[in-house]
């Protein structure tokens, strides 16, 4: 690990500007569960870590008639267990539940959990210089690809590792940021960028930026959600594949879907082909399965992963399936 400073902010004005004075080569730190051991390993090598846990306002849960607002700081934990979000937002609160270890969710945070680098194991090594790292090659396209993307990975074929970031697209989620130029809002599907748009970094964020909140709508009512992950260790793994799932229903009708795919592609990949399918119609096992199946056109596994195509059509049919019943139950 490289020698570095700590500072201390104790406002978004006094982040923004630490991290202005030494643009590119400063980090920010709130739980630390991902940036630390990017450190140890050499993956990241800030000059400066700006630690946000001073910084008032950004641990808050706000819900309100509108939506569901949170603090880049509010911790895992909170929002797996939160009442409020069970209620109104069940995929997140499910997704930040299957991140990680009990310990690691009472640390980590929602930025942290969405900001998260990539865990190939050729970028995480500092033995590859991959095309993620300034390199020429992704390693994994002929190598050791088990657990990477079968969506969107022709230039670099990392999956993102978000298990909140699926759920928060699947609910039509904004995101706040805040640097030295002022604040812009963007939805958070336009947050992460896929390797083509920009291969050595996975969203929009400037080196002088920081994620401050995330806003996700009130969905109408007649709305259900799910994420449903399937990972090797069931007491703790990133996903081979999940989904979030949010539906709207008038009686037996599908009137609104939002299908989003995580641990298949770099970015949280979304489903219009199966979303388009189950608009208009109720829902029964044939038109489940036909969704299910568009989710997966245009998939392109690798040598080692085409495990994942059957995998990820087999939870998206689960998900449907499940939300189908909870909705004739009610």
């Not at 641990?59 to 509010?74: P, Y």
């Not at 942290?112 to 194991?121: A, F, I, S």
């Not at 995330?214 to 007649?222: C, D, E, R, Y």
């Not at 608009?279 to 038109?287: P, Q, R």
Request: with cysteine.
């Amino acid at each position: 690990m490289n020698p570095f400073e700590y500072a201390s902010a104790d406002s978004l004005d006094d982040a923004v500007a630490l991290l202005r004075e030494k643009k590119g080569r400063v980090r920010v730190i709130a739980g630390g569960t991902d940036l630390i051991p990017q450190m140890k390993s050499g993956v990241a090598e800030p000059e400066r870590l700006v630690d946000l846990k001073g910084i008032p306002g950004l641990d808050r849960v706000e819900i309100s008639a509108g939506g569901l607002r949170l603090g880049t700081l509010v911790p895992l934990t909170e929002i797996a267990s939160h009442p409020g979000i069970r209620e109104s937002h069940a995929a997140l609160a499910q997704g930040a539940s299957a991140a990680a270890s009990p310990q690691i969710r009472n640390a980590g945070t929602l930025g942290g959990n969405l900001c998260q680098r990539p865990r190939c194991w050729y970028f995480r090594n500092e033995d590859f210089h991959c095309r993620k790292k300034g390199g020429s090659e992704c390693f994994a396209l002929e190598g050791e690809n088990k657990y990477h993307a079968i969506f969107g990975g022709d230039d670099c074929c990392i999956v993102h590792p978000s298990d909140t970031a699926p759920a928060l697209v699947a609910c039509e989620a904004e995101a706040t940021l805040r640097s030295p130029r002022g604040e812009r809002r963007v939805p958070l599907a336009d947050f992460f960028v896929l390797p083509s748009v920009d291969v050595r970094w996975e969203n929009i964020l400037a080196k002088d930026e920081i994620l401050v909140s995330v806003f996700a709508p009130s969905p109408p009512p007649g709305t259900r959600a799910s994420y449903t992950k399937i990972r090797e260790r069931a007491s703790f793994d990133f996903a081979l594949a999940s989904v979030a799932a949010v539906l709207t229903f008038e009686g037996a009708t599908c009137t609104r879907a939002r299908i989003v795919l995580g641990g298949v592609a770099p970015i949280p990949w979304p489903c219009p082909a199966a979303e388009s399918v189950l608009v208009g119609h109720a829902l029964d096992d044939a038109l489940i399965a036909h969704a299910s199946n568009a989710a997966l056109e245009g998939a392109a596994p690798l040598s080692k992963n085409r495990y994942k195509v059957s995998l990820t059509r087999g939870i998206i049919r689960r998900a449907l399936a499940n939300l189908n019943a909870s909705k004739e139950g009610t």
